[in-house]
């Protein structure tokens, strides 16, 4: 028995496109939502001329705080005026109905996502201080208070070196703190004008996969010890699928393809987290947002690693007891991710949202019930999509076509319809790695979706009708004048046709 179960196979695989003004207009409208509701989670805002140039006092009352806390104890009359100077600065934001986001790397400074070209050349030791204790960003968020601002300041006036030498880092001083209503995460910034050459950036995709796989082999080993985990590992791991998913999307998605029934929950974890990046990057390229959710996919089945073997590895079908003990994990991943210090909290509760259902008929059953969050709802798309086209003890894989036919006729119930919609763009009908039959009668492996159509993908040409392999032959079926006509009609089993796709990618 499956975990996946709110996923339920029909008769047909058939994958449809919207087909009317209507609901493309429709379509459209979710589209908007959905990506209003990830710059909301970001934090991307705009800001006023007005707003930009008081940033120049609020980095003044900042620094000012940073000073005041190295040079006087915790309580000193210093302390608190300094907090109060910075907290008036902020109130002024906060009555303008805004949050006070500065993030603070390579030697610049942000106020949203507007970077402050004249402060970071005066602020520039502030600049400096702040990154290298790992506060790449810092929310000041409305309803803080003077309070909150004088127990924050020993955690900014930090020295670096003692930072690092703190379990848990600035995360946990921050935690220690309380401080609510100030956020602290670190950052790292893909620089898009990095170029790398395709056979380079293959190089790079696959060692980033072989790291995240070692890493929960690693996890695996910590847990199953009752040893603590290490978010800074973690969140390591995920910065490089995100800096890969945005250089290299396809290479990534290539890699997505692997699988591993001897580790399936290892192969499994990574390639959702890979389809979850590639999915969220196409509503947004926030680094923020898809860290986060690149941790909360990564570690989505992490429940999983301390449940018994035994029961995970069953073939015939579950008992109640065994059952009850599957659908726990994501409470008891959830769990686990909330003991260790630094994970951000969307990623935890991507953790324990992941089976919840679109339509809230999932598990584990909340109330009062409320809407998955857009992290969970990414990774649910994700993870149904993996886990069919995966072979696991109590089932066989599906062919990527039928697992994608499954997938758009869960949209609306198991899954959000958007999500799904951009998941077929992003895959395309015939994912990579598929091995297709064409109308001619030749087989091909699936190279990479046509961004114009998603049922006629660029192609590798193996073989030809009668079955005898020839030299390869590269064809993207959405071109007309390239493709002389052929189609695809539906995915091969590679197994069956004694084929090693990894030959020839």
């Known amino acids: 028995m499956s975990d996946e179960q709110p996923i339920i196979p029909g008769d047909q695989t058939e994958v449809r496109a919207p087909h009317s003004d209507r609901e493309g207009a429709a379509a459209g409208s979710d589209f ?97 201080d702040i990154s290298a204790i790992g506060a790449g960003s810092i929310t000041f968020l409305r309803d803080v208070t003077p309070a909150e601002i004088e127990r924050f300041g020993p955690v900014l006036g930090a020295r670096a070196e003692d930072v690092a030498s703190f379990e848990g880092g600035v995360s946990a001083l921050v935690e220690r703190a309380n401080v609510p209503h100030i956020v602290v995460s670190t950052v790292s910034i893909v620089r898009d004008d990095v170029t790398v050459s395709e056979g380079d950036g293959r190089q790079v995709a696959k060692a980033t996969y072989t790291g995240a796989v070692d890493l929960l082999r690693e996890l695996e080993r910590l847990i199953r010890s009752n040893h603590v985990i290490s978010a800074g590992h973690v969140k390591s791991t995920v910065r490089s699928l995100v800096d890969n998913i945005l250089r290299n999307r396809f290479a990534m998605l290539e890699l997505s393809g692997l699988k591993s029934f001897d580790e399936y929950t290892f192969f499994h974890s990574v390639n959702v987290a890979i389809l979850s990046l590639a999915l969220g990057s196409k509503l947004t390229r926030d680094y923020r947002f898809l860290s986060s959710l690149g941790v909360g996919a990564l570690l989505h089945d992490i429940g999983k690693m301390s449940v018994d073997l035994a029961t995970l590895n069953k073939e015939g079908p579950l008992t109640s007891d065994e059952w009850a003990e599957i659908r726990h994990h994501p409470v008891h991943g959830a769990e686990m991710t909330a003991l260790t210090n630094g994970l951000d909290r969307a990623s935890i509760v991507c ?9 809230l008929t999932g598990y584990p059953q909340r109330e009062p019930k409320r809407t998955q969050h857009i992290s969970s709802r990414i990774v649910a798309v994700a993870d149904a999509y993996d886990a069919m086209t995966s072979q696991r003890p109590y089932s066989a894989p599906r062919m990527q076509d039928e697992a994608m036919g499954v997938v758009v006729r869960n949209a609306g119930t198991a899954l959000d319809p958007t999500l799904v919609r951009l998941f077929v763009d992003l895959l395309g009908y015939f994912p990579p790695r598929s091995v297709v039959l064409l109308s001619t009668g030749e087989t091909a492996i699936v190279v990479s979706p046509s961004p114009s159509d998603p049922a006629r993908p660029v192609v590798r040409i193996i073989a030809d009708s009668a079955g005898t392999m020839i030299e390869p032959v590269d064809l993207d079926l959405s071109v007309t004048a390239d493709s002389g006509g052929r189609s695809a009609l539906r995915c091969l089993d590679p197994a069956g046709l004694n084929v090693d796709i990894a030959d020839f990618l």
């Open 32 to 128: 908007e939502r959905i990506t209003a509701e990830v710059k909301d989670l970001s934090g991307s805002q705009t800001f006023s001329s007005k707003q930009l140039t008081r940033a120049r006092e609020l980095l003044t009352r900042l620094y000012s705080l940073r000073r005041a806390c190295r040079l006087y104890p915790p309580g000193h009359p210093a302390m608190g005026e300094a907090a109060g100077e910075l907290y008036d600065v902020l109130a002024l934001y906060h009555a303008e109905g805004t949050d006070v986001p500065l993030t603070f790397f390579e030697e610049e400074v942000l106020l949203g996502s507007q970077v402050l070209a004249e402060d970071s050349v005066l602020f520039d030791q502030l600049i400096r």
């Open 351 to 359: 953790v324990l949202e992941h089976h919840m259902r679109y339509d």
